[in-house]
Antibody, heavy 131, light 111 residues
Framework: QVQLQESGPGLVKPSETLSLTCAVS?????????WGWVRQSPGKGLEWIGS?????????????YYNPSLMSRVNISVDTSKNQFSLRLTSVTAADTAMYYC??????????????????WGQGTLVTVSS | QSVLTQPPSVSAAPGQTVTISCSGS????????VSWYQQLPGTAPRLLIY???KRPSGIPDRFSGSKSGTTATLGITGLQTGDEADYFC????????????FGTGTQVTVL
């Protein structure tokens, strides 16, 4: 059974960098899959942040996707030695206050049709941006 | 701007059927597969439907998905009190980066 667990500071000051880690168990990140982050502001809907593909020790630059509204501030990376992946979001504001979820992502393309979904989720971690 | 629009809320009595629509465009639902998620209060989302109409193992067949044109639909039959939750659709959008796009969400209430 694939399990994911987020960790990181629950409070970040405005203009600083939000850093979260997602530990994966029951599945080797090196096996090849997409990994991603989704957030949910209090009382609001889900927002996709970004997803990257990793297999072995290779990061596939061409297979990274980020939400255009966050792209200039976001980076997702993988640490295969620890079987975990991370999110960095720079220059945060109060608008970045949210529950942050990590997830395993399935992305497949047949002809021009793309299948893209999140099959395993972490329990989420609340990050508040405040001074 | 790409948007997947869902009704804010639907309700029905136990045992009845509800359907939730997810309206998009040719850049998302019209051209790509749809997934659906259930989010019980205070918990993480759970995958209910993927590839528009497939259920992961462990998801009851009371949940079903379909797609026609630029609209996807989630159906829940034999409604139970435990189905009270928020439901979100999601699809790849060819214009959003490209990237993933979630629906606005629908709250299901069991009367």
């Amino acid at each position: 059974q694939v399990q994911l667990q987020e960790s990181g500071p629950g409070l970040v000051k405005p203009s600083e960098t939000l850093s979260l880690t997602c530990a994966v168990s029951g599945y080797s990140i090196s096996s090849g899959s997409y990994w991603g982050w989704v957030r949910q502001s209090p009382g609001k809907g889900l927002e996709w942040i970004g997803s990257i593909y990793h297999r072995g020790s290779t990061y596939y630059r061409g297979s990274s996707y980020y939400n255009p509204s966050l792209m200039s501030r976001v980076n997702i990376s993988v640490d295969t030695s620890k079987n975990q992946f991370s999110l960095r979001l720079t220059s945060v504001t109060a608008a970045d206050t949210a529950m942050y979820y990590c997830a395993r992502v399935i992305r497949a393309a047949a002809a021009l049709e793309v299948s893209f979904y999140f099959d395993y989720w972490g329990q989420g971690t609340l990050v508040t941006v405040s001074s | 701007q790409s948007v997947l629009t869902q009704p804010p809320s639907v309700s029905a009595a136990p045992g009845q059927t509800v359907t939730i629509s997810c309206s998009g465009s040719s850049s998302n639902i019209g051209n790509n597969d749809v997934s659906w998620y259930q989010q019980l209060p205070g918990t993480a989302p759970r995958l209910l439907i993927y590839d528009s109409n497939k259920r992961p193992s462990g998801i009851p067949d009371r949940f079903s998905g379909s797609k026609s044109g630029t609209t996807a639909t989630l159906g829940i039959t034999g409604l139970q009190t435990g189905d009270e939750a928020d439901y979100f659709c999601e699809a790849w959008d060819d214009n959003l980066g490209p990237g993933g796009l979630f629906g606005t969400g629908t709250q299901v209430t069991v009367l």
